[in-house]
């Protein structure tokens, strides 16, 4: 169905599934700082914005768009 699940994840771990699922390029900021644990419900027609936001209500997670490299692959700055 193309849903994504995860279960006690760490927040690494959901960004380089995102990054993959997404085609996205995604600079991470902080990210040894988080040791929690997320569980989270994907539905596949929703946007990478769309679950950054999210996760943003889940967690000290802060992301926003830096444009698209010659390939068209959008680049995020997340920080949690």
């Known amino acids: 169905e193309g849903n994504l699940y995860f ?5 690494a771990e959901i960004m380089t599934t995102l990054s993959r699922r997404f085609n996205v390029i995604s ?10 644990e997320y ?12 679950i950054l936001s999210q996760l943003s209500a889940l967690s000290d997670l802060t992301w ?6 010659f390939e068209g692959r959008k ?3 997340v920080k949690y």
């Open 64 to 69: 926003h768009s830096t444009g698209t490299d």
């Open 75 to 77: 680049h995020i700055t």
């Open 39 to 50: 569980n989270a419900s994907l539905m596949a027609e929703e946007t990478i914005e769309d």
């Open 27 to 36: 600079d991470t900021e902080n990210a040894e700082a988080d040791n929690n």
């Open 7 to 11: 279960r006690r994840s760490s927040m």
